[in-house]
């Protein structure tokens, strides 16, 4: 049954309470502009990430972790439509078997890095695996999960094994999006497929690899013929997208004429503007997923500065790697 407009008018009204606690640029700054790692946490505890020990990047990690399990548990509080959230959340899944995988090859103890953002809880995945039982895990995450391990296992390449998880994360994504009814929703998924294939083509690009190589490592469902990946003319494919200014600087990186700083930002700064535009819609499904996409954002602009914070950088170093504010 498709919802209507008018179904998501609890919803949207209890994420605009929410989003007065999103980090404003203000904030951003004083936390860029603090003296000390320890000031910037503060600024963060402020802010509702509670107190942690801002001396450990896995303690900040921890905290970004608590941050997003609250916006999920919101999300699933005030929203009946289970997919929007379902389409943020399986990339911690393939975080996971990513991790899961690489670590079967290394004889190593994966559960430390594995994510509690995924739909398929940790502690079932490690189960799944140490049963030989997927039976647990969506049939296509499934044989995904036994397409990468196999490949990983006969080619020692854990890049290969990435495409293949990519491949079928974005595909999940896909499916989820368009569950939803949401054209928004499949707008935004469909612009993160190109995103990734834009960034893909142009490291593609710079180490040398050709058209043969780069067919096998592009994901399904963006907008832009993959043609235009192939041969690598990134401005002119672009030029009529919200990607034409990544692409313009993707064309600069791929030559080698500048790094990939830049290029990488661009990307998120387009994703990052597509939300925007959610900003001035009354009530439907469109505030809730932004918001869920601005505590993301959000969480990746808490790692860059905490990062920096406790590398020693300056403010304008930490600020040159910041995306654009969501809020």
């Known amino acids: 049954m498709k919802l209507r407009d008018t179904d998501y008018l609890y ?4 994420v605009r309470v929410n989003e007065k606690s999103l980090l404003t640029a203000q904030k951003i700054e004083r936390m860029c502009d603090a003296r000390t790692a320890e000031e910037a946490g503060k600024i963060l505890s402020e802010s509702g990430y509670g107190d942690f020990a ?5 303690e900040v990690e921890r905290a970004i972790c608590a941050m997003r399990a609250d916006t999920m548990k919101l999300i699933a509080e005030i929203c009946q439509n289970t997919y929007i959230a379902e389409v943020f959340a399986l990339k911690y899944d393939f975080h996971n078997i990513k991790t899961v995988i690489k670590a079967e090859l290394t004889s190593s103890d994966p559960e430390r890095l594995l994510s509690d953002s995924s739909l398929i809880p940790k502690d079932e995945l490690l189960r799944a695996v140490r049963a030989e039982d997927m039976s647990a895990l969506p049939e296509k995450m499934a044989a995904a999960f036994s397409e990468a391990r196999d490949t990983l296992a006969h080619t020692g390449d854990p890049q290969l094994a990435d495409f293949i ?5 974005f595909a999940m994504m896909a499916d989820a999006a368009k569950a939803s009814q949401s054209e928004f929703l499949q707008g935004y998924v469909s612009l993160m497929a190109d995103a990734a294939n834009l960034r893909t083509a142009v490291r ?3 180490q040398g690899r050709g058209a043969e190589v780069l067919g096998a490592c592009l994901v399904s469902g963006g907008s832009i013929d993959k043609n235009v990946f192939l041969t690598f003319d990134f401005e002119s494919g672009f ?6 200014a990544a692409a313009e600087l993707g064309a600069a990186a791929a030559k080698g004429d ?3 700083l830049e290029f990488e930002r661009e990307l998120d700064n387009a994703l990052i503007k597509y939300m925007q535009s959610a900003k001035y819609v009354a009530f439907d499904e469109r505030p809730i997923i932004a918001y ?3 505590k993301e954002s959000e969480a990746m602009a808490v790692r860059i500065i905490m990062a ?6 300056s403010g304008d170093e930490i600020r040159s790697r910041l995306r654009i504010n969501h809020v």
């Open 11 to 14: 919803a949207t009204m209890r």
């Open 54 to 58: 801002v001396s450990s990047f896995s």
């Open 165 to 169: 998880l990519d491949n079928a994360c």
């Open 204 to 206: 593609a690009c710079r």
């Open 239 to 244: 030029s009529a997208t919200s990607l034409a």
């Open 258 to 260: 500048t790094g990939l």
């Open 292 to 294: 869920i996409a601005a």
């Open 308 to 313: 920096g914070k406790l590398e020693g950088l």
